[in-house]
């Protein structure tokens, strides 16, 4: 019979959709749960590609054999569908964008059934429906009652083509990254979540947590805690001038202050006419207004600045007058928009000192000429010099006690900084999430009630943003005009909505109870499924993602919403899958591999076990079509040893310790995400089956193996072979095979043998040979025998189970 993987396919994924063996039981204490999440996807208008199936098959995977090991699996998939990809198309082709979005989603839905996901599509989830997002607009509001959101106008930057803000990162070389367009800076009145509040809580959850290390730095860094002391200087006009240091300790050496352009100082000492090249810091201003944070905080760009010309500063510990300049390195939004320069210990102020002509001044001794170089080394035992008070203290003594001496002065206290900052969430779109409040002029912004949840987008004819930046909502008057919730007069809705990070950041509590129109998510189902046990995703969504979820889920933890403080107990990442050649798939390369494509010709099994078989699952790997020609020879092979194999339902005596070791490979390799071994381990099995035969019995213990990586194949032989039995049990409800571990253990080990250090031969001895044993069986090997003839062996290396190594000298 042939193996005609399209009408397999096809039969089983119908009777997968029909028998739902992939349901989740909430509340089933008869067996240990285990919640599996993957990041669901943005349904874009091309569909799926192969990089989403890469992690999607890794989960699944995961997923299946948790099931074949007894546990209740929740393995759920749903669609990040709000955001800006849609709302152009729709602006576009003039179709509104719930249109386009129901058309994706069913698309991708389609082309996820076909790969053969044990999702529980049951527990689908969409951002963009009403009943959905009632529970993002539920959750805003509970932040502002608690005061964690807040109305503020700041610098944000501006799309002048796509008429939007863009995160720093959606800015690149002063163009927009999505159109190329040229960015600006604005001021502009915007929602912001005061994720700051919790960014201790946030760096302390990541002790509780099991998360590669890699993403544990990138959250770590992107909070950017920091510790030392924040510093009052005096201007000469009077003003107080607030910085923020972590190294007080080198106050003395403080030789001039830098501002941010924007800073609240210097557009007053430009009002008052204090500065006499106003038109020059203006100019300056400008320039700088134009750049967005990431641009101004290069390291090595160009030093660039103003020297104030009429205002000077005081450093407190000495009373000396020093220059202060604005530049556009020193951002308003961090810290105090202030900073203290000590140009003889920090590279970027020394080159700023030698641009611009500051004094250098060595205040921790190093042994280095400042003059030439900053002498900016981290460790704590370097002697202060040129500090009065301090001076013959460690770096590290000195600054508890410059700390203390200024806060008994007044002029300064210890201090935590963070370089995170609040989240700005309002975005001036369509689609997305209205924001649930209520402008009134008597009591000011006012949190639409919760029984009337959800504020639903209404029907507009256009969907572009207008010209002075406000949302198209901006233009529904019907629906912006109301009455204020509190006292009844004439009110205006707000008319930004939330980005699509909303819907993010709560999703995998939907998936535990998607129907409840009561409540988020009922205290059952909490308690049952919380927390997530193992999430995997992009490398990509590290700090935005991750920490967004993980704010709103410490949030609704202090409120008593969520039995747990952090959401995920495990995260783990995956490489991307490059284009044949190594370079990023795109549609401009045209590169782009379609899975649909590879199904078509080959099946979603073979599909499913390339892109696990492709290479280390946490790295990039390049795709090759000849390589997934491989895997589908691999399945034939399979398919044909189920047709030659004897009836025995025992494993053929050649075949069982073979069996044995790879049960416990696979299950050992799937745990540590290492799929392209499993597989490698299933491949060499089969290469035993067909030299030494094989029985239904060793068939059984394959295809159990085979059905959590290629599902359907298994799921085939399975009952061509008669083990479904009478009640059609399919291979996936079975257990997962047991091992007998003494037959796990090679009976023998391959020794190689090196003679000063150079390969002579190799000796198979029994497991467990003592080294003399070994030098013994070594020793008579024909070539090493040669080699070892006229040597005086002086020493013997043994690595324990792999090699060795006679070192010798010619006898005298």
């Known amino acids: 019979m042939k193996y005609d993987f399209t009408a397999i396919e096809k039969k089983w994924q119908d009777r997968w959709a029909v028998e739902k063996p992939y349901a989740a039981v909430t509340g089933d204490k008869s067996r240990p749960k285990f919640y599996g999440l993957i990041e669901f996807p943005y349904p874009s208008g091309q569909g799926l590609h192969v990089g989403h199936p890469r992690p999607y098959t890794a989960m699944d995977i995961v997923a299946r054999k948790k099931r074949m090991d007894g546990y209740n699996v929740l393995f759920p998939m749903g669609f990040d569908a709000f ?19 129901k058309q994706n989603i069913a698309h991708f839905t389609e082309q996820l059934k076909k790969i053969g996901y044990s999702f529980d599509w049951d527990r ?62 604005k001021e502009k009145s915007q929602w912001m979540l005061k994720i700051t509040e919790y960014a201790q809580k946030l760096l302390d959850g990541l002790d509780e947590v099991d998360f590669i290390d890699r993403v544990k730095t990138q959250q770590r860094n992107w909070i950017g805690r920091s510790t030392g002391a924040e510093v009052t200087f005096k201007a000469t006009t009077g003003e107080d001038i607030i910085v ?100 003889a210990h920090d590279d970027r102020d020394w080159e700023f000192a030698k641009k611009f002509g500051c004094e250098i001044i060595e205040v921790v001794s190093g042994g280095e000429d400042v003059q030439k170089a900053a002498f900016t080394a981290k460790d704590d035992t370097g002697i202060m010099v040129n500090s009065d008070f301090l001076n013959g203290l460690t770096v590290k003594d000195a600054i508890p006690v410059i700390t203390k001496w200024l806060e008994e002065k007044g002029i300064g206290e210890a201090k935590v900084n963070y370089k995170l900052r609040d989240w700005v969430f309002s975005r001036q779109r369509y689609w997305g999430e209205p924001i649930p409040m209520v402008w009134c002029d008597k009591c000011g912004w006012v949190p639409l009630p919760e029984d009337q949840l959800p504020l639903t987008l209404p029907e507009v004819d256009n969907y572009e943003p207008t010209d002075d930046g406000e949302s198209p909502l901006s233009k529904m008057t019907d629906w912006v005009n109301t009455t204020c919730p509190c006292c009844g007069a004439p009110a205006k809705r707000e008319t930004d909505t939330m980005p699509q990070w909303a819907g993010s950041s709560w999703y995998f509590l939907r998936y535990m109870d998607p129907h409840n129109d009561k409540e988020l998510c009922s205290k059952e189902a909490l308690e049952y499924w919380s927390p997530v046990d193992w999430y995997n995703g992009g490398m990509e969504h590290t700090t935005l993602h991750l920490l967004y979820s993980r704010f709103w889920h410490r949030f ?78 691999f399945l034939d092979k399979v398919w044909n040893l189920s047709e030659s194999c004897t009836d025995s ?30 597989i490698a381990a299933m491949m060499t099995l089969v290469g035993d089956f067909q030299k030494n035969g094989c029985s239904k019995g060793d068939m059984k213990a394959l295809i159990t193996m085979l059905s959590p990586f290629a599902p359907h194949i298994a799921e085939e032989l399975w009952e061509n072979l008669g083990f479904a039995g009478e009640d059609h049990a399919m291979v996936c409800q079975q257990p997962w095979p047991s091992y007998d571990e003494s037959k796990t253990v090679a009976q023998t080990v391959t020794i190689a043998i090196q003679v000063s250090g150079k390969m002579r031969g190799t000796v198979e001895v029994p497991a467990g040979s003592d080294n003399a044993a070994i030098e013994a069986h070594a020793k008579t090997v024909p070539t090493v025998a040669k080699f070892l003839d006229g040597l005086e062996i002086v020493k013997v290396i043994h690595v324990p189970g792999k090699l060795v190594n006679f070192i010798g000298k010619p006898k005298a």
């Not at 959750?139 to 930057?157: E, H, S």
């Not at 038109?279 to 104030?308: F, H, P």
């Not at 995260?571 to 549609?587: A, D, F, N, P, V």
């Open 649 to 678: 339902l025992n494993y053929t005596p050649e075949n069982e310790a073979g069996i044995h070791k790879c049960i416990k490979k696979v299950a050992d390799d799937i745990e540590a995400m290492k799929f392209n071994t499993a």
């Open 83 to 101: 955001g800006l990809p849609t709302e152009n198309y729709a602006i576009k082709n003039h179709i509104h964008p719930a249109v386009v979005t």
């Open 556 to 633: 609704l933890y202090d409120i008593g919403v969520v039995p747990t403080k952090e959401p995920y107990a495990k995260r783990t990442s995956h490489g991307m899958i490059l284009g044949e050649g190594g370079e990023k798939m795109s549609k401009s390369r045209g590169n782009v591999v379609n899975p649909d494509d590879i199904i078509k010709a080959y099946g979603a099994d073979t599909l499913r076990l390339y892109i696990m078989f492709i290479g280390d699952f946490e790295q990039a790997a390049t795709w090759s079509d000849n390589a997934v020609k491989g895997c589908k020879r």
């Open 124 to 185: 689908v989830v969409d951002t963009t429906d009403p009943s959905y997002y009632k529970w993002t607009q539920w959750i805003f509001l509970q932040l502002y009652k608690r005061g964690l959101a807040y109305k503020a106008t700041m610098p944000v930057n501006w799309c002048t083509s796509c008429k939007c803000v863009l995160a720093n990162e959606e800015v690149v070389e002063g163009v927009c990254e999505r159109c190329g367009s040229p960015v600006i800076r």
């Open 244 to 343: 923020f240091t972590t190294r007080p300790d080198t106050l003395f050496g403080a030789t001039y202050m830098v501002l941010s352009p924007e800073h609240a100082l210097v557009k007053g000492w430009l009002e008052s006419g204090k500065l006499k090249n106003a038109d020059e810091i203006a100019a300056y201003q400008k320039v700088a207004a134009s750049k967005s944070d990431m641009e101004r905080t290069e390291l090595n760009k160009e030093k660039t600045g103003v020297k104030l010309d009429g205002v000077k500063g005081v450093n407190p510990v000495n009373g000396k007058e020093i220059p202060i300049f604005i530049s556009d390195y020193v951002l308003s939004t961090y810290g105090t928009g202030a900073i203290m320069a000590v140009p």
